[in-house]
């Protein structure tokens, strides 16, 4: 106000005579050229083109435009004429120079400790209004609470203004939730998809075997390499060593009959197919164990949702697809040990060995399919994963571990952000995402959203993977409830021998001895989180509230599924 005060009494000096509206654009360029055309008295505001017919003149802040008339009446005299070579006198010339530096500097001094506050008058594109008291947050937390948990800097005091309108955002996506009931492709919709897949795994199995196994002629001879064309063994030097052993022993385990030879295929008898980020490996650590139990080569395989279509990773384009026969021989180690048993002298004996496959992407990624399948059914996938496993394997076990969506975000982060990490980061990313799930959401149902590979890979933290209601629904349209074993991780965590005891009967798996129990029960935790990211703390108790009003919704539909109020997540 004071610079303005000095340009009125600049502008109402008697002695001057220039063109007002050339001083006012010196604003936004101090070597403004068109002053030039002011001189002399031929001037003429109707003619000059920056005065032409502007009596109200505009002055720009920060690309907001504003009426200099609001703070003071100028008018622009059209008789008198210009007297001199000079437009004002030196005198007043420097005056209105020295009013224009101080105005440039108040601006820039605004302009840089705005961007740093967020107080600029046009703000960033993921930042939204100011922040209001809220009864729910942090699960009915006060502030003060909020403070004993994490002590925010100046700079976190701009992220708790976003609240109030980023709900706003959440409250569009709440009233857009709708779980519909898919319908479920048939068989013969299946098969015309995968005709490969179908040929080689056939519909019945061996009898005595807990694990879908079958016999399948090997017509190569004892020079011929098994696994030359294995997509797995090409492009993964980890897993060459694996595949150099299984060659060695491969001939040994074949099953000769009538001159011909066989080779014993076997498929998982249970899946750990998610969530990533909630405990999964740890629980592959402790199952693995166990002297009845028996795993893929490599822990996630990732197969049936990636692999089968030539993704390795979705963003580098497709590869070459991998065959059924590729995943397979994933799971030859296993054939081996369960062969010897069928062909022991006890061959009539239930064999007890169960393979397991644990691909943390199982149960939620999908995003293959608008690549390979028709997209007819209003962005909604027509087939899913599960729509194959259990074509094959109708008695399938599945095993699901959860946690809470918010802290399985947060985690997910900092596991996969790779430069730049830090929590104010973080609550820039899930404001954006919301946006983005929000403009989904205007124009598409639940089920499209969340199985959208455009959004999903837009999307900078991975929102949709915590929609665990949305997956576990659509699992249920194909597989019954007692197939599925749900745990959570912060159960797993406080006492893992009780939930190790839950997988255990939910296998059939037979009685440890207590030194095997303890082997298993004791063993330190696998995959915890790394100490850089430990020393970053927790996320902003403002990002924290907003994530749960966006994760409140399914998570009650959840509890009402599994008839667990656990699973609303209210104290973690």
């Given at each position: 106000?004071?610079?303005?005060?000095?340009?009125?009494?600049?502008?109402?000096?008697?002695?001057?005579?220039?063109?007002?509206?050339?001083?006012?654009?010196?604003?936004?360029?101090?070597?403004?050229?068109?002053?030039?055309?002011?001189?002399?008295?031929?001037?003429?505001?109707?003619?000059?083109?920056?005065?032409?017919?502007?009596?109200?003149?505009?002055?720009?802040?920060?690309?907001?435009?504003?009426?200099?008339?609001?703070?003071?009446?100028?008018?622009?005299?059209?008789?008198?004429?210009?007297?001199?070579?000079?437009?004002?006198?030196?005198?007043?010339?420097?005056?209105?120079?020295?009013?224009?530096?101080?105005?440039?500097?108040?601006?820039?001094?605004?302009?840089?400790?705005?961007?740093?506050?967020?107080?600029?008058?046009?703000?960033?594109?993921?930042?939204?209004?100011?922040?209001?008291?809220?009864?729910?947050?942090?699960?009915?937390?006060?502030?003060?609470?909020?403070?004993?948990?994490?002590?925010?800097?100046?700079?976190?005091?701009?992220?708790?203004?976003?609240?109030?309108?980023?709900?706003?955002?959440?409250?569009?996506?709440?009233?857009?939730?709708?779980?519909?009931?898919?319908?479920?492709?048939?068989?013969?919709?299946?098969?015309?998809?995968?005709?490969?897949?179908?040929?080689?795994?056939?519909?019945?199995?061996?009898?005595?075997?807990?694990?879908?196994?079958?016999?399948?002629?090997?017509?190569?001879?004892?020079?011929?390499?098994?696994?030359?064309?294995?997509?797995y063994a090409l492009y993964s030097k980890r897993f060459r060593t694996i595949f150099d052993y299984l060659r060695k022993v491969f001939w040994n385990h074949l099953y000769h009959y009538k001159d011909k030879h066989y080779r014993l295929r076997c498929l998982p008898h249970f899946y750990i197919i998610g969530q990533p980020k909630c405990g999964t490996t740890d629980l592959y650590d402790r199952l693995r164990l166990h002297p009845d139990v028996r795993f893929s080569a490599i822990?996630?395989?990732?197969?049936?949702?990636?692999?089968?279509?030539?993704?390795?990773?979705?963003?580098?384009?497709?590869?070459?697809?991998?065959?059924?026969?590729?995943?397979?021989?994933?799971?030859?180690?296993?054939?081996?040990?369960?062969?010897?048993?069928?062909?022991?002298?006890?061959?009539?004996?239930?064999?007890?060995?169960?393979?397991?496959?644990?691909?943390?992407?199982?149960?939620?990624?999908?995003?293959?399919?608008?690549?390979?399948?028709?997209?007819?059914?209003?962005?909604?996938?027509?087939?899913?994963?599960?729509?194959?496993?259990?074509?094959?394997?109708?008695?399938?076990?599945?095993i699901i571990m959860l946690r809470d969506p918010v802290e399985r975000l947060y985690s997910d982060y900092l596991y996969f952000a790779s430069a730049n990490k830090s929590v104010e980061d973080f609550h820039e990313k899930v404001a954006e995402s919301l946006q983005l799930f929000e403009n989904c959401m205007l124009d598409y149902s639940l089920r499209a959203c969340v199985y959208n590979n455009t959004l999903n890979n837009a999307m900078p933290v991975r929102l949709q993977v915590?929609?665990?209601?949305?997956?576990?629904?659509?699992?249920?349209?194909?597989?019954?409830?007692?197939?599925?074993?749900?745990?959570?991780?912060?159960?797993?965590?406080?006492?893992?021998?009780?939930?190790?005891?839950?997988?255990?009967?939910?296998?059939?798996?037979?009685?440890?001895?207590?030194?095997?129990?303890?082997?298993?029960?004791?063993?330190?935790?696998?995959?915890?989180?790394?100490?850089?990211?430990?020393?970053?703390?927790?996320?902003?108790?403002?990002?924290?509230?907003?994530?749960?009003?966006?994760?409140?919704?399914?998570?009650?539909?959840?509890?009402?599924?599994?008839?667990?109020?656990?699973?609303?997540?209210?104290?973690?």
């Amino acid at each position: 106000m004071a610079v303005l005060g000095s340009l009125i009494q600049v502008f109402n000096s008697s002695n001057m005579r220039y063109c007002i509206n050339c001083c006012i654009h010196l604003l936004s360029n101090d070597l403004h050229r068109q002053c030039f055309r002011c001189r002399g008295p031929n001037h003429n505001n109707q003619k000059c083109p920056v005065c032409k017919g502007e009596n109200k003149i505009p002055l720009y802040t920060d690309s907001k435009q504003m009426k200099l008339l609001a703070v003071l009446e100028v008018r622009t005299d059209h008789s008198e004429s210009w007297n001199g070579f000079f437009c004002l006198r030196k005198g007043k010339l420097c005056s209105l120079i020295f009013g224009l530096i101080i105005m440039t500097l108040v601006m820039a001094s605004y302009i840089l400790t705005g961007a740093k506050h967020g107080l600029l008058l046009i703000p960033s594109p993921f930042h939204y209004g100011a922040f209001t008291s809220n009864p729910s947050l942090m699960d009915n937390e006060s502030l003060s609470d909020m403070k004993d948990h994490y002590q925010p800097s100046k700079m976190n005091i701009s992220y708790v203004k976003d609240y109030p309108s980023i709900k706003l955002i959440i409250d569009t996506i709440t009233s857009k939730i709708a779980f519909i009931t898919r319908q479920r492709p048939d068989l013969e919709e299946l098969k015309k998809e995968e005709p490969h897949m179908f040929s080689v795994i056939p519909n019945k199995f061996l009898p005595n075997s807990k694990n879908p196994c079958w016999y399948e002629e090997y017509r190569g001879n004892t020079t011929t390499d098994p696994y030359a064309t294995n997509s797995y063994a090409l492009y993964s030097k980890r897993f060459r060593t694996i595949f150099d052993y299984l060659r060695k022993v491969f001939w040994n385990h074949l099953y000769h009959y009538k001159d011909k030879h066989y080779r014993l295929r076997c498929l998982p008898h249970f899946y750990i197919i998610g969530q990533p980020k909630c405990g999964t490996t740890d629980l592959y650590d402790r199952l693995r164990l166990h002297p009845d139990v028996r795993f893929s080569a490599i822990k996630e395989p990732h197969w049936w949702t990636r692999k089968r279509f030539g993704i390795i990773r979705l963003r580098d384009g497709f590869h070459d697809r991998y065959p059924v026969e590729d995943y397979l021989d994933l799971f030859d180690l296993a054939a081996h040990q369960i062969q010897g048993v069928l062909q022991s002298e006890e061959r009539g004996k239930m064999n007890d060995i169960i393979i397991g496959e644990a691909s943390a992407s199982t149960m939620w990624d999908n995003n293959a399919w608008i690549f390979f399948y028709d997209n007819s059914t209003e962005g909604e996938p027509p087939f899913l994963i599960q729509d194959f496993i259990h074509a094959f394997q109708p008695n399938a076990k599945l095993i699901i571990m959860l946690r809470d969506p918010v802290e399985r975000l947060y985690s997910d982060y900092l596991y996969f952000a790779s430069a730049n990490k830090s929590v104010e980061d973080f609550h820039e990313k899930v404001a954006e995402s919301l946006q983005l799930f929000e403009n989904c959401m205007l124009d598409y149902s639940l089920r499209a959203c969340v199985y959208n590979n455009t959004l999903n890979n837009a999307m900078p933290v991975r929102l949709q993977v915590g929609l665990y209601v949305v997956y576990l629904l659509d699992w249920l349209t194909v597989f019954d409830k007692d197939q599925i074993l749900v745990l959570r991780l912060e159960d797993h965590a406080s006492n893992v021998k009780y939930t190790m005891h839950m997988v255990f009967q939910f296998l059939d798996l037979g009685p440890l001895s207590e030194k095997e129990e303890a082997l298993i029960t004791k063993s330190p935790a696998s995959n915890t989180r790394r100490p850089e990211d430990r020393s970053l703390g927790p996320m902003l108790p403002t990002t924290k509230a907003i994530l749960r009003d966006f994760y409140r919704p399914f998570n009650t539909k959840l509890a009402q599924v599994l008839f667990d109020d656990a699973f609303l997540w209210k104290r973690t």
